[in-house]
């Protein structure tokens, strides 16, 4: 090679870019894949303790840090003409699974902020939450309810769940169980958990009744029945 000559490196910031982007939405599936092996061994070997809390929010702090980065990322390739619309749409799509995947994070970690703060709720059994949301048939709607309780108090419930709903039909009020109310026997009344039990099921609405709000009633044997009225408007999707 002769004194002078130009030496032409074929460099691809880009690449590096994504390389790094990569690495950081690997780690995230990590951290998710602990907390799902967690949650399928029983739920509460991963969060059953504050420390083993605050550590699942340390790690989404550490991804929020990430996903700055990675912002500081896009403009700085929004800037430059040295990137292609195809490298650029890959870096604005894995930065979105990335911001998906905390949001998911977070609302885990809220749902178990409940079970294990007891300085937080009372004592005893929780109707946590209770969701109900349209299906593709017409006049059906699925509900989901989540009960807990604290993860010190490890005493197996048993017992039975009532849910109503009342509403107006014809001009006049009316209260219907749900049990009633299901096309196919998906409704389970039966209460079996020690620290948390989601039921789930499908149920449809009498032609011209209309939704006021939903009651659900928590009667677990030898304790304290817990009763909890939803404003249909706010947990209907």
């Known amino acids: ?38 949650v ?21 702090a550490a991804i929020e840090r990430e996903k700055k980065a990675l912002q500081s ?32 994070l977070r609302q885990e970690v809220e ?45 197996f419930v048993k017992g039975r769940v009532n849910v109503y709903v009342n509403g107006v039909q014809e001009g006049q009020p009316k209260k219907l169980q749900f049990k009633d109310l299901t096309p196919n026997d998906s409704v389970n009344r039966d209460l079996g958990f020690r620290y948390f039990q989601k039921m789930e099921g499908d149920v449809r609405l009498p032609e011209g009744f209309v939704a006021r709000d939903v009651v659900v009633e928590i009667v677990p044997k030898g304790r304290k029945r817990v009763t909890k009225s939803f404003p249909w408007r706010e947990v209907a999707g």
Do not use: C
């Open 40 to 60: 399928s061994q029983g739920g509460y070997y991963y969060l059953e303790s504050k420390a083993e809390k605050a550590k699942l929010e340390a790690d989404i």
């Open 73 to 104: 990322q896009v403009i700085m390739l929004k800037q430059t003409q040295a990137v292609d619309g195809s490298a650029y749409e890959d870096v604005r799509n894995s930065l979105k699974q990335l911001q998906d995947e905390i949001l998911e």
């Open 111 to 155: 749902f178990y902020r409940g079970i294990v703060s007891p300085a937080e709720r009372l004592a005893g059994i929780a109707i946590q939450s209770f969701d109900i949301s349209p299906t593709a048939q017409e006049g059906l709607h699925h509900y989901e309810l989540v009960l807990t309780q604290m993860l010190k108090n490890d005493k």
């Open 1 to 38: 090679m002769k004194a002078g000559d130009l030496i032409v490196k074929n460099h691809r910031p880009v690449r590096s870019k994504l390389y790094w982007l990569g690495m950081a939405v690997v780690a995230l599936g990590v951290v998710v894949a602990i907390y799902t092996f967690g």
